[in-house]
């Protein structure tokens, strides 16, 4: 898929794509975190500062959970499975997911400056963030964590750059990555067996790509404003893009069904995180895989505006129009909201 140029790639400016329009409900909505990135991002109107949501009861109750390390506990957990520590780190990269996505938090408040450094404490000198499969490379998760951090203001910071080269040294020879022990045909069971497996193991490069996995790591790509548009970055969006809708390689949420499994802030690849990253990205929305996706958004839509997507997080009842807000950012970047 080539790279289009900027009048090609934004589509038929200005033109509304959906059926029925959620941006004022999205703006009026009782979230008031949902209203300010509404008017910000959707209306461009002046919202305020975004710290004013940092002081939200929300926001509160998730700071004060925070542990002194900057960490959060993880609740319940399986011993064979992850140490607790490890466990911690899953959830603090959960808990400052929520903070940035849902709060706008930066480096600017201390809780996003302590939990920033909890997470970088389990990068390795490779360049990796270690732990959540054990000894084994979490190529998924260094994505996940890298581009929370970068959108909570550390993209200039000399870790992320490392973590970048790490990942730019991983990739499978199409260009794109897998999780290294699932090239190996080791089964998941034994990715987080110390006793078994002591040192990480490197990927079977012949392999295909993953687009679970690909989707992941581009996450961190789309968030840093110049790694986006790198070659590597662009040829790995083009991979992402034809697996829309298509069955992954390998049998982590392999089926096709995955694809409108969803979760807001984004976890594994769906077709919202997916489309997110492409629209950031800026390939093409006229791509055919890139049009049916969105034309199935479109197809889905319900009356109240909301999408009939499957949520797999964190459920509460505003999720769903954060999935709305989320599909109409990457609306709005390829200017199909008509506004």
Same mark, same amino acid.
Request: net charge positive.
């Given at each position: 898929?080539?790279?289009?140029?900027?009048?090609?790639?934004?589509?038929?400016?200005?033109?509304?794509?959906?059926?029925?329009?959620?941006?004022?409900?999205?703006?009026?909505?009782?979230?008031? #975190?949902?209203?300010?990135?509404?008017?910000?991002?959707?209306?461009?109107?002046?919202?305020?500062?975004?710290?004013?949501?940092?002081?939200?009861?929300?926001?509160?109750?998730?700071?004060?959970?925070?542990?002194?390390?900057?960490?959060?506990?993880?609740?319940?957990?399986?011993?064979?499975?992850?140490?607790?520590?490890?466990?911690?780190?899953?959830?603090?990269?959960?808990?400052?997911?929520?903070?940035?996505?849902?709060?706008?938090?930066?480096?600017?408040?201390?809780?996003?400056?302590?939990?920033?450094?909890?997470?970088?404490?389990?990068?390795?000198?490779?360049?990796?963030?270690?732990?959540?499969?054990?000894?084994?490379?979490?190529?998924?998760?260094?994505?996940?964590?890298?581009?929370?951090?970068?959108?909570?203001?550390?993209?200039?910071?000399?870790?992320?750059?490392?973590?970048?080269?790490?990942?730019?040294?991983?990739?499978?020879?199409?260009?794109?990555?897998?999780?290294?022990?699932?090239?190996?045909?080791?089964?998941?069971?034994?990715?987080?067996?110390?006793?078994?497996?002591?040192?990480?193991?490197?990927?079977?490069?012949?392999?295909?790509?993953?687009?679970?996995?690909?989707?992941?790591?581009?996450?961190?790509?789309?968030?840093?404003?110049?790694?986006?548009?790198?070659?590597?970055?662009?040829?790995? #969006?083009?991979?992402?893009?034809?697996?829309?809708?298509?069955?992954?390689?390998?049998?982590?949420?392999?089926?096709?069904?995955?694809?409108?499994?969803?979760?807001?802030?984004?976890?594994?690849?769906?077709?919202?995180?997916?489309?997110?990253?492409?629209?950031?990205?800026?390939?093409?929305?006229?791509?055919?895989?890139?049009?049916?996706?969105?034309?199935?958004?479109?197809?889905?839509?319900?009356?109240?505006?909301?999408?009939?997507?499957?949520?797999?997080?964190?459920?509460?009842?505003?999720?769903?129009?954060?999935?709305?807000?989320?599909?109409?950012?990457?609306?709005?970047?390829?200017?199909?909201?008509?506004?």
């Amino acid at each position: 898929m080539k790279k289009a140029s900027r009048s090609a790639r934004s589509g038929r400016k200005g033109r509304r794509f959906l059926d029925v329009d959620p941006v004022p409900i999205l703006a009026a909505s009782h979230n008031p #975190a949902i209203a300010f990135f509404a008017r910000r991002d959707l209306l461009e109107v002046d919202a305020g500062a975004v710290s004013m949501l940092w002081d939200l009861p929300a926001a509160r109750r998730i700071v004060a959970r925070q542990n002194a390390d900057g960490s959060w506990r993880y609740p319940g957990g399986k011993t064979h499975v992850r140490s607790r520590e490890n466990y911690d780190q899953l959830e603090t990269f959960r808990q400052a997911g929520v903070l940035v996505e849902q709060l706008g938090f930066t480096r600017e408040h201390p809780a996003m400056r302590r939990a920033a450094e909890s997470l970088f404490s389990f990068q390795t000198e490779e360049g990796d963030f270690r732990g959540i499969y054990g000894n084994q490379y979490a190529t998924t998760y260094v994505g996940a964590i890298m581009e929370v951090l970068i959108k909570a203001g550390y993209a200039a910071d000399a870790r992320i750059a490392k973590g970048f080269r790490w990942l730019l040294a991983t990739r499978q020879n199409d260009g794109g990555w897998a999780i290294p022990m699932r090239t190996l045909g080791i089964p998941f069971s034994e990715f987080v067996n110390a006793r078994r497996h002591p040192r990480a193991l490197g990927p079977d490069r012949s392999k295909p790509s993953s687009h679970l996995v690909t989707g992941m790591v581009l996450r961190a790509f789309a968030a840093h404003a110049t790694r986006r548009t790198s070659a590597e970055a662009l040829r790995a #969006a083009d991979f992402l893009a034809s697996r829309l809708y298509q069955k992954d390689g390998y049998g982590d949420r392999g089926d096709v069904g995955y694809w409108e499994r969803v979760s807001f802030p984004f976890w594994f690849t769906d077709v919202v995180s997916a489309l997110d990253t492409l629209s950031l990205m800026q390939l093409p929305s006229e791509a055919p895989p890139i049009r049916a996706a969105l034309e199935r958004l479109r197809m889905i839509q319900r009356a109240d505006g909301t999408f009939g997507l499957r949520i797999m997080k964190n459920k509460h009842e505003d999720l769903p129009w954060w999935i709305c807000l989320a599909v109409c950012r990457i609306l709005a970047r390829w200017r199909y909201l008509g506004r």
